[in-house]
């Protein structure tokens, strides 16, 4: 009975010495961030961690050194350590803060709704609420009308595919066709001339010959006198 009193007394006296290091840790955080020695009240709110205060604090302070990514990681960790509905609602709020500023507008709504679920009374989160939901809604539209362009993009580039291939079987066509008239052309200058026989020659020669005296004997029947016939006296 005596040894478990050690026990427990020892406990107490522990939990005791625990608890002052937290607030002096607090205390000199809060020293720290009121002053402006931020990366002192970081160190100093490191060591007070455990408690829910301390956590939450250190948020606020890597908030202001503008590491983001630290203080919503600080402030997930506050919310889940809260005990009161008004100290998890804080933590939400800024959580939303934290996630706004990495421009994460889902996150930040769904934190945002968290912390009215807890306070539904405060205006800050509920305006920031409203502010989360507008940046997400266009967000959202410019990425549809990102979504447009670029369909017309794609939609454009494959008209333009089209054509060209269009325009390439047409060049093609007309180059086949050039070849083709080359060849024939090159197949008629290669082509050997017949030659006319001999006798076949004559006779067309003396045809033509014949014609032509034909035509001067017709000529110059044309061209001799007609007899006239006498006038006729009128009686």
Request: glycine fraction near 4%; charged fraction near 35%.
């Amino acid at each position: 009975m005596e040894r478990l009193t050690l026990i427990l007394f020892a406990a107490a006296i522990a939990g005791q010495l625990h608890a002052q290091e937290v607030d002096r840790s607090l205390r000199k955080g809060n020293a720290d961030y009121t002053s402006g020695n931020l990366e002192g009240a970081v160190e100093a709110y490191s060591n007070a961690q455990n408690d829910e205060r301390g956590m939450f604090n250190l948020g606020n302070a890597h908030y202001r050194q503008d590491s983001i990514a630290d203080a919503q990681r600080s402030f997930e960790n506050a919310a889940s350590m809260a005990k009161g509905t008004g100290a998890q609602a804080r933590a939400y709020h800024n959580l939303g803060n934290s996630w706004m500023r990495q421009g994460k507008y889902r996150e930040a709504i769904n934190a945002y709704k968290e912390a009215l679920k807890r306070e539904p009374a405060d205006e800050d989160t509920r305006y920031n609420l409203a502010y989360a939901q507008k940046k997400l809604a266009r967000e959202q539209q410019q990425q549809q009308q990102d979504n447009k362009d670029k369909d017309k993009d794609q939609d454009k580039e494959e008209k333009d595919k089209e054509d060209q291939q269009n325009k390439d079987q047409e060049n093609d066509k007309d180059q086949k066709k050039n070849e083709e008239k080359q060849d024939q052309r090159k197949q008629q200058e290669q082509k050997p001339q017949e030659r006319i026989d001999p006798q076949d020659a004559k006779r067309m020669l003396d045809a033509a010959q014949q014609q032509e005296q034909d035509v001067q004997e017709k000529v110059r029947e044309m061209m001799q006198p007609k007899p006239t016939k006498p006038a006729e006296k009128d009686w």
